[in-house]
């Protein structure tokens, strides 16, 4: 009996998107990669909503160390050489 082996971190898995054909037409005549330049594109919009979110559940701590610094300035500020 043969062990299976845990599916690699960069394991690769088929799916169905719509694209829309003319720019899926162009793509193939510059032998543009489409799995690649998908993935590329969700990679980049996975990382811009990360972002996004992380921002929005750490406004109110963001916010709170802008009042600090505004009212009594940047803490260990006298120490600064520049």
Known sequence: MKA???????ARRATN????ARLLEEARKLRVNVSRAAEQGLAQATAEKR?????????????????YVERLGLPLAKYRGF
């Open 51 to 67: 972002a996004l979110l992380w921002l929005e559940e750490n406004q109110s701590a963001l916010e709170s160390s802008n009042e």
């Open 4 to 10: 299976t082996q845990p599916a690699s971190k960069n």
């Open 17 to 20: 998107v719509s694209i829309n």
